[in-house]
């Protein structure tokens, strides 16, 4: 065989392979009514710790729609993805622009998937930056915004996000940071936890860095903003004012190596 034959022959296998996996799309009906007990997330930390001798511990208790603090959806819509409500599964201006910016850097660094993409890649596929990967997580997140709608997209996010080493979920984090049910965080409380969520793992929500509490203050600015707080809230544990932060326009800060979108908020990729 020669090496036009072959490389004809490994292109129409890779095409092929690649046209599997993207068709493969999991049933997501089962969710409407199932809690998932697990993710491929999970599944895949547990493996990378266990391949390097360790044991990684499970902290995750379901907790209903009704169950967790409205101030913690707010947080995280505002922190995460402030468009929700609005797309469809994907938001295509945040995508473009972190397509550029991949292009640009020649890496797939960028930041851009939405809450609905966040659920398709933590139950069902790897964190990997793979554009295949990418390309199946926006499929799978239009499933899922058709058969599930958007309440129960979000509630399903809220009990399985991670939230630090083996923290997964509201309840969880609730618990495990401030002592108390998921229902009953505070405004602030809530901007903590969601001010980690690009990156639970290298950051602390009750070991406040000052990159920490600043954006932890650009949050709780947004929420108030938005209208998500009332205008005597108070922010007594926050270094500046409220009204300091909600006259600042400066972009919510972001960890270095997870940019958010210049306009609109979408979540790590």
């Not at 089962?30 to 511990?57: C, D, H, V």
């Not at 169950?67 to 947080?75: F, Q, R, T, V, Y």
């Not at 290298?202 to 509490?213: H, I, K, Q």
């Not at 326009?249 to 979108?261: G, K």
Request: glycine share 8%; with cysteine; charged share 25%.
């Amino acid at each position: 065989m020669n090496l036009r034959k072959f490389l004809t022959a490994l292109f129409g296998a890779a095409l092929l392979a690649a046209t599997a996996y993207l068709l493969w799309l999991p049933d997501v009906k089962a969710l409407k009514k199932k809690n998932p007990e697990q993710t491929s997330y999970m599944l895949i930390k547990e493996r990378q710790a266990a391949a390097r001798g360790k044991k990684l511990g499970r902290s995750i208790a379901w907790t209903g729609w009704d169950g967790i603090s409205e101030n913690l959806k707010h947080a995280v819509l505002v922190a995460e993805d402030d468009t929700f409500y609005l797309h469809k599964g994907v938001e295509w201006n945040s995508t473009w622009r972190a397509l550029k910016t991949d292009l640009k850097t020649m890496r797939l660094a960028r930041g851009g998937s939405t809450i609905t993409q966040q659920v398709a890649r933590n139950l069902y596929l790897s964190p990997s930056k793979n554009p295949l990967r990418k390309i199946k997580e926006m499929l799978i997140a239009g499933r899922l915004e058709r058969t599930l709608g958007k309440r129960r997209i979000f509630e399903i996010y809220l009990n399985i996000a991670e939230w630090g080493k083996g923290i997964y979920g509201a309840q969880a984090a609730a618990q495990a940071y401030f002592g108390k049910n998921a229902a009953d965080l505070t405004a602030e409380e809530a901007a903590a936890l969601a001010a980690v969520l690009p990156s639970p793992r290298r950051y602390n929500p009750v070991t406040g860095t000052r990159f920490m509490e600043s954006r932890k203050r650009q949050i709780v600015g947004r929420m108030r903003a938005s209208g998500y707080l009332p205008e005597e809230a108070e922010a007594t544990d926050l270094d500046a004012s409220l009204e300091e932060v909600i006259s600042s326009t400066a972009a919510l800060p972001a960890p270095a190596d997870v940019p958010l979108a210049s306009t609109g908020t979408c979540g790590e990729d």
